[in-house]
């Protein structure tokens, strides 16, 4: 199967300062996190949610990059990731 992400919802983590996003690969849920540095323009929660809003298509397409190249059990996408 391929990854997909049919559930749009989305979290900040304030610890972690990055956005957390699930995919699926058939009934395997995998964990994605986008760090906040990927939003230098955002500066609160809502601000984050937001900018990963726009660049969802983008940050989708990067997710899947990542995942092809490797099986992990959780994904930290970085700027090297969109490269």
Not at 12 to 20: D, M, N, P, Q
Not at 54 to 75: D, E, H, L, Q
Request: glycine share 8%; proline share 5%; hydrophobic share 40%.
């Amino acid at each position: 199967m391929s990854l997909s992400f049919p559930n749009q919802s989305r979290s900040y983590e304030e610890a972690g300062k990055r956005i957390r996003f699930i995919g699926h690969d058939g009934m395997f849920e995998i964990p994605f996190f986008a760090g906040a540095d990927l939003f230098p323009a955002a500066t609160s929660e809502a601000g984050y949610l937001n900018a990963f809003d726009v660049a969802r298509v983008a940050i989708y397409k990067a997710a899947r990059r990542a995942y092809s190249g490797a099986r992990r059990p959780t994904y930290v996408l970085t700027r090297a990731d969109f490269g």
